[in-house]
């Protein structure tokens, strides 16, 4: 009998790992363990990492180690819409406003990442899968990172760049993601929008980068731009095919389209150049 009991607990177990493994096709809202969450259409785990997909077409989306996610929750029928607001790089650094997630922890602030990066990227123009491969890169969505020489938060601002950016607590998602933004449009100005070298300033500093002329010769630095160009030019590949498959199906509306990483209007970011060849401090 204990025996049987045994066979039963073990196929209960191996059937619950089989279901997690299974991709989730309804629209939820995963909670992160380091306080926000990311709302998405459907999940799948790939590894050791749950992809979070940001559409329904699957075109984009968002890699997050399994071990970081606290529970999955499903999401909420009235999404606040996102603000379309005008170009903002004079305005101030808004504070949070915290929400509490339906389901989730009590006094616990749950902050949609997907949201908050998709409304920075719009205010400052700029493709908001260029603003996830950055962020991947810089904390691997570790919204408490702290690097060894003082970056801090989502986007890895130094105090001194959080300060001049306006940016009042950079360990403030909302606020992190709005001051790195911010800093990333500036850079891809400063440099005629060649999204490498915009890149190593937003590393290595653009002191560095105009010392050296170009991308530096740190490996850090060289393999830090290679793999967020890397990370975001495979987002674009996956978007066009999932653009042309949507063409080729017979059952597709010829008004449907992949908007979910669709750039703001106004110039943006292409990951076009050539990756660099190897590396990265900060500045």
Known sequence: MNCIRQVRKVAGVVAILAMAALPCLAAEVAVLKNGFSIKHERREVVGDVTRLYMNKEGSSFVDVPTSEIEHFEAAPDDPTPLAHVQD?????????????????????????????????????????????????????F?????????????????????????VPNVFDPRANVEGGTKYLRELLEKYNFDIVKALAAYNAGPQTVERFGGVPPYYE???????????????????????????????????????????SSGRTAQANSPPAKSGHPSE
């Not at 504070?95 to 998709?118: K, Y």
């Not at 060894?148 to 950016?165: E, F, V």
């Not at 290679?226 to 199906?249: M, P």
């Open 142 to 166: 570790n919204a408490h990172a702290v690097s060894p020489k003082g970056a801090r938060g989502l986007m890895q601002l130094m105090p001194g760049t959080a300060s001049q950016l306006g």
């Open 221 to 263: 630095t060289k393999a830090y731009v290679a793999r967020i160009v890397r990370d975001f030019n495979k987002k674009k590949v996956a978007q066009q095919k999932a653009a042309v498959a949507k063409k080729t199906s017979p059952s597709t509306s010829p008004n449907a389209h992949a908007t979910a990483a669709k750039p």
């Open 88 to 140: 903002a790089t004079s305005r101030p650094i808004p504070t949070p406003t915290g929400v509490i997630a339906p389901g989730g922890f009590p006094g616990r602030p749950v902050i949609d990442l997907n949201q908050v990066v998709n409304e920075a990227s719009g205010r400052y123009r700029l493709d908001p899968d260029l603003v996830n491969s950055v962020i991947k890169a810089e904390s691997d």
